[in-house]
T-cell receptor, first 111, second 114 residues
């Protein structure tokens, strides 16, 4: 069956360090993969999209990699700040343009 | 530019009642979707639409109905509410299926069925 797996355990990290989140998938062949941020009580907010032919994408302090051989994406937050504390969701396209989400990883950045 | 607007924000229903969750977007997006989010389950796709007059089922469509008569609106109908439908519901829209700019989400409707 198709699965998108993110680490369900919260990631606690010290301010200024790099947070690295993992998104693994099975039985998908996505053309692209997306990352979203979700704050408590709010809807997800789109952050980054990376295509299957791109190895890496950057936006400010965020970096995403996409390895279609390993079926994995890594999401990095460099120089993390307390304001980066949130849940981060990966999503990819299933057949028929259906965007499917992983369960998300909560990040807590401590000052 | 309001983005994606969902109403109501909160709702309590009795088992067996029906209701419609409203979703409207003003970005002229073709694609619209409904998700539900439950603790430990992540976001699960209920129904989606790739344009006016076109809808399709997602992962968990049972007990829900949709229609898309205009580009702007994509209402979600609960036919006969059950406690298992207690959840937070999110509507989302995108241009071109989110291939370039991702999906824009509404702020959600928190539904409790008693």
């Amino acid at each position: 069956s198709q699965k998108i797996e993110q680490n369900s355990e919260a990631l606690n990290i010290q301010e200024g360090k790099t947070a690295t989140l993992t998104c693994n998938y099975t039985n998908y062949s996505p053309a692209y993969l997306q990352w979203y941020r979700q704050d408590p009580g709010r809807g997800p907010v789109f952050l980054l999209l990376i295509r299957e032919n791109e190895k890496e994408k950057r936006k400010e302090r965020l970096k995403v990699t996409f390895d279609t051989t390993l079926k994995q994406s890594l999401f990095h937050i460099t120089a993390s700040q307390p304001a980066d504390s949130a849940t981060y969701l990966c999503a990819l396209e299933a057949a028929g343009n259906k965007l499917t989400f992983g369960g998300g990883t909560r990040v807590l950045v401590k000052p | 530019n309001a983005g994606v607007t969902q109403t109501p924000k909160f709702q309590v229903l009795k088992t067996g009642q029906s209701m419609t969750l409203q979703c409207a977007q003003d970005m002229n997006h073709e694609y619209m979707s409904w998700y539900r989010q439950d603790p430990g389950m992540g976001l699960r796709l209920i129904h989606y639409s790739v344009g006016a007059g076109i809808t399709d089922q997602g992962e968990v469509p049972n007990g829900y109905n949709v229609s898309r008569s205009t580009t702007e609106d994509f209402p979600l109908r609960l036919l006969s509410a059950a406690p298992s439908q207690t959840s937070v519901y999110f509507c989302a829209s995108s241009y071109g299926g989110g291939v370039s700019y991702g999906y824009t989400f509404g702020s959600g409707t928190r539904l409790t069925v008693v």
